[in-house]
């Protein structure tokens, strides 16, 4: 499991990276799919995350506001918080997990199981990196790699 949520910081790292040579206009610009435009999409991404695996850690629902964040380093620095408090929980994961359960306040009346869960967030993810890559074809730009190979994880 930590395997993929290492990939995908990865990729996110790298993403982070590709914004710098996009001016910000296009990086908050409305686009079609995603969550609006690039910057709230990787926004998206880190706070799902952060809620998400927070909450299988026991921690509180962190709610921050896309407005705080809507700059690529503080978005860095949002992701790199969120996964220095998560990564822990994460290394210790266990097949004992799997089936433990939760219940979360976003999705209120739903049970979850916790394998179900992590594997929806390392998914997530995945999916929106397809949307970040379309659109950078659209800006005329090489997107960065998804590909797994080669990453030495």
Not at 103 to 125: K, L
Request: net charge negative; proline share 5%; with cysteine.
């Amino acid at each position: 499991m930590l395997t993929l949520f290492k990939y995908n910081w990865q990729v996110r790292d790298e993403w982070f990276d590709w914004c710098g040579q996009v001016p910000f206009e296009e990086l908050i610009r409305t686009r079609i799919g995603g969550v609006g435009s690039i910057l709230h999409t990787l926004f998206h991404v880190v706070d799902a995350e952060g809620s998400w695996i927070g909450a299988l850690a026991g921690k509180p629902d962190p709610k921050p506001n896309f407005e705080d964040y809507m700059n690529v380093d503080k978005l860095r620095n949002l992701s790199h918080a969120f996964r220095d408090e998560v990564k822990p929980f994460l290394a210790h994961w266990t097949s004992a997990l799997e089936d433990k359960t939760i219940s979360v306040d976003w999705n209120p009346g739903d049970v979850f199981t916790y394998g179900e869960v992590a594997r929806h967030v390392i998914a997530h993810e995945i999916h929106h990196v397809g949307q970040l890559s379309v659109w950078s074809r659209e800006l005329g730009l090489q997107p960065v790699s998804a590909n797994l190979i080669g990453r030495n994880l």
